[in-house]
Each structure stands twice: as structure tokens, then as C-alpha cells.
């Protein structure tokens, strides 16, 4: 079965600091997606960065990037000079042949 | 580009009666939609998958005399919940997912219902 983990139930940063979230996977395929959602408290879903199986080179979305590692079935986000605006609730997901599958989420506080 | 609109945002009704949520794709044309359950402080639980003018592919424990779905337009799939419980309280997202080749899937703003 696939799976999405996120082990962070919680974080937080500093304001303009930088905060890594991590997220592992399980899965038999070769050819997926995998994405990571902001969900702030308005609950409106909001996609960050996504990211193809096949491209070896990392994501990267302004602030935003990502730490793919295939082999170890890993997916982290690096969000760089965090800003307030960035509070919110983070979602990794993985798309392989059928459906998505989400991670249980961490929530970022960034501080003042 | 690439909108998706839910209706009602908030919806409170009684126990035992049905409430329907509309999920609409606004400015593309939506092969299939899909609809989540989101509890308080947890993730999104896919309920079932709809494709336009086909029936509903519901996931495993989902009541699919309960949650009724239909998706009669490539621009509107609606939800229904029928003889509603409290329990069935909830946050309801939908999503929707372009034409073939299209892996990318757009949210709605989500709707809360509270039955009373």
C-alpha cells in the first residue's frame, strides 16, 4: 500500500529563518508526483511546489524548494527567509497511477 | 486560471435532513472531480473519485447511499448527504482535475456542514 508520512506534527521558525519539513513515502511505482500543500487557516488548500519522479533536479518555487531523494523515498520542503504569512498547515502528497494520497501534516507557526 | 468554487461555504442543518454542496470548476473543464473529508487537525480522506457522466467510484467504508455524488457537467459535480447525523459533521473539500494527461488536481475552498 502507498503511504505518506510526515513525523513533524509541529513546527515553528523565526521570522526570516529557515525551516525544513519532512515527508517519506512508500511506494512500488516509478512514475508518480508528489506535491506539497499550504492549507492556512482560511482552509483553502494551496499548492507550494510540485515535483515530477522522473526529474532528478530538485523543485524550486521563490522560497520554496525541495529535497527529493528517489532512492530514499523522501521529500522534504526547505521554505527559505520565512515570513508570517507562511503560518499555516503543510500537507505532503504523493500521486502515483490513482489517487492522491496526503500526509497527516505538520503546522508551522513562524514567530515574530 | 484554474478556479474551483464550492457552495455553500457553511451549511448548519437538522438531524435526518439531506444537504447538498456544489463544486464547480470555473474556467476549465473538469474530467474529474474529486471529493475529501477533513476532521479537525487532521488530514484529507478521499471519499470517492467522480468522472463526468459516469458513476462515482466511492473509497472503502464510504456510504455511497449516504453521500450521494453526481457529476452531470464537466463543470459541476455535487455532493449530497443524505438523512444527515451529527457525526457526519465535517469540513468537505472538493478538487478537480482537467483532461487527459492532466496529473494536477485545483481545490475548492471547502464547505463546512454542521448538523444540529
Known amino acids: 500500500a502507498q503511504t505518506v508520512t510526515q513525523s513533524q506534527p509541529e513546527m515553528s521558525v523565526q521570522e526570516a529563518e529557515t525551516v525544513t519539513l519532512s515527508c517519506t513515502y512508500d511506494t512500488s511505482e516509478n512514475n508518480y508526483y508528489l506535491f506539497w500543500y499550504k492549507q492556512p487557516p482560511s482552509r483553502q488548500m494551496i499548492l507550494v511546489i510540485r515535483q515530477e519522479a522522473y526529474k532528478q533536479q530538485n523543485a524550486t518555487e521563490n522560497r520554496f524548494s525541495v529535497n527529493f531523494q528517489k532512492a530514499a523515498k523522501s521529500f522534504s520542503l526547505k521554505i527559505s527567509d520565512s515570513q508570517l504569512g507562511d503560518t499555516a498547515m503543510y500537507f505532503c502528497a504523493f500521486k502515483g497511477t490513482y489517487k492522491y494520497i496526503f500526509g497527516t501534516g505538520t503546522r508551522l507557526k513562524v514567530l515574530a | 486560471g484554474a478556479v474551483v468554487s464550492q457552495h455553500p461555504s457553511r451549511v448548519i442543518c437538522k438531524s435526518g435532513t439531506s444537504v447538498k454542496i456544489e463544486c464547480r470548476s470555473l474556467?476549465?473543464?473538469?474530467?474529474?472531480m474529486f471529493w475529501y473529508r477533513q476532521f479537525p487537525k487532521q488530514s484529507l480522506m478521499l471519499m470517492a473519485t467522480s468522472n463526468e457522466g459516469s458513476k462515482a467510484t466511492y473509497e472503502q467504508g464510504v456510504e455511497k447511499d449516504k453521500f450521494l455524488i453526481n457529476h452531470a457537467s464537466l463543470t459541476l459535480s455535487t455532493l449530497t448527504v443524505t438523512s444527515a447525523h451529527p457525526e457526519d459533521s465535517s469540513f468537505y473539500i472538493c478538487?478537480?482535475?482537467?483532461?487527459?494527461?492532466?496529473?494536477?488536481?485545483?481545490f475548492g475552498p471547502g464547505t463546512r456542514l454542521t448538523v444540529t
Open positions: 478538487s478537480a482535475r482537467g483532461g487527459s494527461g492532466s496529473y494536477e488536481q485545483y
Open positions: 474556467d476549465f473543464q473538469a474530467t474529474t
